[in-house]
């Protein structure tokens, strides 16, 4: 059975940071791109951030490119995402996904994933 399990959100003030993981089971976590997608309160998904299989490759938003930094650790396969100086407008609910392929991180939607976390709430307070 396909999990991806994430964990780390909460409720935290302007300008400090969260760590979020996503433990993955179920399929072979080294054949996957790895994906961080958020939905603010009333808005559509955005993309937020990428990784490649080996992890050397990384992509993210503009609106968190020097904030954020994403991660794996192929061993544990797990996912991270540490956030730092968070803001309001970062309040989401967060969702770890995987694909085979490479995604843009504009225009995502649910479909495009082969498996899809149940989210982690993150919540900025100003």
């Known amino acids: 059975q396909v999990q991806l399990v994430e964990s780390g959100g909460g409720s935290v003030q302007a300008g400090g940071s969260l760590r979020l993981s996503c433990a993955a089971s179920?399929?072979?976590?080294?054949?996957?791109?790895m994906y961080w997608v958020r939905q603010a309160p009333g808005k559509g998904l955005e993309g937020v951030s990428s990784?490649?299989?080996?992890?050397?490759?990384?992509y993210y938003t503009d609106s968190v490119k020097g904030r954020f930094t994403i991660s794996r650790d192929n061993a544990k396969k797990t996912l991270y995402l540490q956030m730092d100086s968070l803001k309001p407008e970062d309040t989401a609910i967060y969702y770890c996904?995987?694909?085979?392929?490479?995604?843009?991180?504009?225009?995502?939607?649910?479909?495009?994933?082969?498996?899809w976390g149940q989210g982690t709430q993150v919540t900025v307070s100003s």
């Open positions: 996904a995987a694909d085979t392929w490479w995604l843009q991180l504009q225009g995502m939607s649910r479909a495009d994933f082969a498996y």
């Open positions: 179920g399929f072979t976590f080294t054949n996957y791109w």
């Open positions: 990784i490649n299989i080996g992890g050397g490759t990384t």
